[in-house]
RNA sequence: GUGACUGUAGCUCAGCUGGUAGAGCCCCGGAUUGUGAUUCCGGUGGUCGCGGGUUCGAACCCCGUCAGUCACCCCA
């Protein structure tokens, strides 16, 4: 009989890493809700045409990396592949764009079935933000202003650096795909592989392939800054104003582009070296036309999205994750001696007494017996400070023994053995 | 989807030109009966990823398959 195991590029996450995992998330929380922004959270599965409007019908995300199946009654399903289709949903059928602003953000897995490489999964966890009804730079601003501070929160902002773009409207957009086309078909043959199929599915993607010779030919091609309507123009010298004022410091490429069809005038990266070749941990942009097009009226919209295995893989790289993050418990109580279940009882009672008084405690019951030797290994293991001993003589004589297993300072004492409520008052001298 | 490298105990790995497996750590027990981290002694644990093939004989060679890692691609 073979074992079961995971579904490729989908994770475990083990106990040794989860405080990891909580030091990022709460910081992250902490960080958006210090601007405002309000959780919000939707379901997984979506109906695929969700998916197909949003991102594209043509992307690589929609066209092969969705987990679509149909339903019992043969409704074609999809576990989301990113947050923002899902976000606009949700506020649009609970009235939440009408009228009115939104700041939002949201966490959770999303799943694409792309091949596992460093800082790639199948089952990925994303922070998403999203910001409805405001259409000036200053709240483009704003998210990158955000995620600035949450670098710096987290230990990592010399490793990290802001690259932004303007795509401006589908329009303008549209006029320089046409042209860029009409360039690089006249050199098609010199194009790699990969460049002459986006030729005819992505266009804009050749920008920013990673194709030496096809950047050289780059070179001559038509500027997407050229094409730029006066308004996207405008929106974008405005942000570039307000960066400056706020010492962001940022840098224009104009070759940065996004492989989700909704975007549209703002565009931003926030890129690291140290990741590999997935070194993209924050990227967002704006995307008006979206709320429309999935069936709402005109909203303006700006949003970005991080991925916090990423951002962990940074922190590890850098060794940047806080030493103290794993919680060890305060106390560990020893269950000693055959007394027809009075020891355990006694233990259990005395440690439930604990959690009444200290709300705060981390009290470890010893469980499953074994010899007093055993006991205190695993009191010692447990990385406990202290351990509470329970034997025979201590439920005689209603007390408990209370031993220093760490260095207790300045006392020599490693051991008392007192009645419950002083013990009870010791163990508040010591753990506060 | 493509390519390269890897897959031996819970973990990290060794195993010579093919002769049916080892170390360290971990875990458990012991070194005078209720006192842990050091030290010493002993012990548990592996159909060598899986399935075929070649061979008298395969962890080692061949084929397939699955998984991991990194890169392409894609993207957070």
Redesign the pocket.
Same mark, same amino acid.
């Given at each position: 009989?073979?074992k079961i195991?995971?579904?490729?590029?989908?994770?475990d996450l083990l106990p040794e890493t989860s405080p990891v995992w909580q030091y990022v998330e709460s910081t992250i929380a902490q960080c958006v809700q210090a601007y405002g922004y309000r959780e919000i959270r939707f379901p997984l599965l979506e109906k695929t045409d969700l998916f197909k409007r949003s991102i594209g019908e043509v992307?690589?995300?929609v066209e092969?990396?969705m987990y679509t199946f149909d339903d019992r009654n043969g409704e074609s399903l999809t576990l989301r592949p990113?947050g923002t289709a899902s976000c606009v949903r949700a506020c649009e059928e609970h009235g939440l764009l009408y009228n009115q602003t939104q700041r939002l953000w949201y966490m959770g897995p999303?799943f694409?079935?792309?091949?596992?490489?460093?800082?790639?999964?199948?089952q990925?966890?994303?922070i998403g933000i999203e910001a409805f009804g405001l259409q000036g730079p200053d709240i483009d601003a704003e998210l990158l202003l955000m995620t600035a501070r949450l670098w710096k929160m987290l230990g990592i902002d010399d490793a990290v650096t802001l690259e932004i773009n303007s795509l401006g409207t589908a329009a303008a957009r549209g006029v320089y795909k046409t042209a860029l086309v009409d360039f690089l078909s006249g050199i098609k043959d010199q194009l790699?592989e990969?460049?002459q199929?986006?030729l005819d599915?992505?266009p804009l993607?050749?920008l920013?392939?990673?194709?030496k010779d096809t950047q050289a030919l780059l070179a001559n091609a038509p500027q997407l800054d050229d094409y730029l309507d006066d308004d996207s123009r405008n929106h974008f010298e405005s942000l570039k104003h307000i960066l400056d004022a706020a010492n962001i410091s940022y840098r224009v490429n104009n070759r940065l582009?996004?492989?989700?069809d909704y975007y549209g005038y703002t565009v931003f990266?926030?890129v690291t070296d140290k990741?590999?070749?997935?070194?993209?941990?924050?990227?967002?942009g704006r995307y008006n036309g979206l709320v429309e097009q999935l069936g709402g009226k005109p909203t303006a919209a700006v949003g970005? $999205?991080?991925? /916090?295995?990423?951002l962990i893989l940074l922190l590890q790289t850098l060794a940047k994750i806080p030493e103290s993050l794993a919680s060890l418990p305060d106390v560990y109580i020893?269950a000693?001696?055959q007394m027809d279940g009075k020891v355990e009882g006694y233990a259990l009672a005395l440690a439930e007494r604990l959690r009444e008084n200290f709300p705060a405690i981390r009290c470890l019951s010893h469980c499953g017996g074994?010899?007093?030797?055993?006991q205190?290994?695993?009191?010692?293991?447990s990385g406990a400070a202290i $351990?509470v001993? /329970?034997?025979?003589?201590?439920?005689?004589s209603q007390s408990m023994?209370i031993?220093?297993?760490?260095?207790s300072g300045d006392s020599k004492v490693?051991?008392v053995?007192l009645p419950l409520a002083q013990g009870i008052e010791k163990l508040a001298e010591i753990i506060a």
């Amino acid at each position: 009989m073979s074992k079961i195991q995971a579904i490729r590029g989908m994770n475990d996450l083990l106990p040794e890493t989860s405080p990891v995992w909580q030091y990022v998330e709460s910081t992250i929380a902490q960080c958006v809700q210090a601007y405002g922004y309000r959780e919000i959270r939707f379901p997984l599965l979506e109906k695929t045409d969700l998916f197909k409007r949003s991102i594209g019908e043509v992307t690589d995300i929609v066209e092969k990396e969705m987990y679509t199946f149909d339903d019992r009654n043969g409704e074609s399903l999809t576990l989301r592949p990113e947050g923002t289709a899902s976000c606009v949903r949700a506020c649009e059928e609970h009235g939440l764009l009408y009228n009115q602003t939104q700041r939002l953000w949201y966490m959770g897995p999303m799943f694409r079935y792309e091949r596992p490489q460093k800082g790639r999964l199948r089952q990925f966890h994303q922070i998403g933000i999203e910001a409805f009804g405001l259409q000036g730079p200053d709240i483009d601003a704003e998210l990158l202003l955000m995620t600035a501070r949450l670098w710096k929160m987290l230990g990592i902002d010399d490793a990290v650096t802001l690259e932004i773009n303007s795509l401006g409207t589908a329009a303008a957009r549209g006029v320089y795909k046409t042209a860029l086309v009409d360039f690089l078909s006249g050199i098609k043959d010199q194009l790699d592989e990969d460049s002459q199929r986006r030729l005819d599915t992505n266009p804009l993607r050749i920008l920013d392939s990673k194709n030496k010779d096809t950047q050289a030919l780059l070179a001559n091609a038509p500027q997407l800054d050229d094409y730029l309507d006066d308004d996207s123009r405008n929106h974008f010298e405005s942000l570039k104003h307000i960066l400056d004022a706020a010492n962001i410091s940022y840098r224009v490429n104009n070759r940065l582009v996004r492989g989700l069809d909704y975007y549209g005038y703002t565009v931003f990266e926030w890129v690291t070296d140290k990741l590999g070749a997935q070194g993209t941990v924050c990227a967002g942009g704006r995307y008006n036309g979206l709320v429309e097009q999935l069936g709402g009226k005109p909203t303006a919209a700006v949003g970005c $999205a991080m991925g /916090i295995e990423r951002l962990i893989l940074l922190l590890q790289t850098l060794a940047k994750i806080p030493e103290s993050l794993a919680s060890l418990p305060d106390v560990y109580i020893l269950a000693v001696g055959q007394m027809d279940g009075k020891v355990e009882g006694y233990a259990l009672a005395l440690a439930e007494r604990l959690r009444e008084n200290f709300p705060a405690i981390r009290c470890l019951s010893h469980c499953g017996g074994g010899s007093f030797k055993s006991q205190m290994k695993k009191a010692d293991k447990s990385g406990a400070a202290i $351990a509470v001993i /329970i034997g025979e003589d201590e439920v005689t004589s209603q007390s408990m023994s209370i031993k220093y297993l760490r260095d207790s300072g300045d006392s020599k004492v490693t051991q008392v053995t007192l009645p419950l409520a002083q013990g009870i008052e010791k163990l508040a001298e010591i753990i506060a």
